[in-house]
Nanobody, 124 residues
Framework: QVQLVESGGGVVQAGGSLRVSCAAS????????MGWFRQAPGKEREFVAA????????FYADSVKGRFTISRDNAKNTVPLQMNSLKPEDTAVYYC?????????????????WGQGTQVTVSS
């Protein structure tokens, strides 16, 4: 089992920055990739960014490419997501997830563990 806890959400004005982070504990040695997903009210959950745990390969949704940066700290078992140039459409609950098996890190159905989520609100 892997436990995930998100932190760092909040309210920010459009154009501002926010950093959310995910702390992982438990059987993290078997983790292949960590991902961030988000869900806005009335919308389906969507992929934001992902990083492979060992290789550090990163993946981004087109909507956040160039504005968001995902990283990992293997020693601390954390996965921060730095969000810059935020837009009102970035408002959502952001979820951290972990997957054990190889495969496309952009597919949420393939993730095995999920955090509770953290609210990010961008005001215009």
């Amino acid at each position: 089992q892997v436990q995930l806890v998100e932190s760092g959400g909040g309210v920010v004005q459009a154009g501002g920055s926010l950093r959310v982070s995910c702390a992982a504990s438990g059987r993290t040695f078997s983790t292949y990739a960590m991902g961030w997903f988000r869900q806005a009210p009335g919308k389906e959950r969507e992929f934001v960014a992902a990083i492979t745990w060992r290789g550090g390969n990163v993946f981004y949704a087109d909507s956040v490419k160039g504005r968001f940066t995902i990283s990992r700290d293997n020693a601390k078992n954390t996965v921060p997501l730095q969000m810059n140039s935020l837009k009102p459409e970035d408002t959502a609950v952001y979820y951290c997830a972990a997957k054990d098996l190889l495969g496309d890190p952009r597919i949420d159905a393939d993730y095995d563990y999920w955090g509770q989520g953290t609210q990010v609100t961008v005001s215009s």
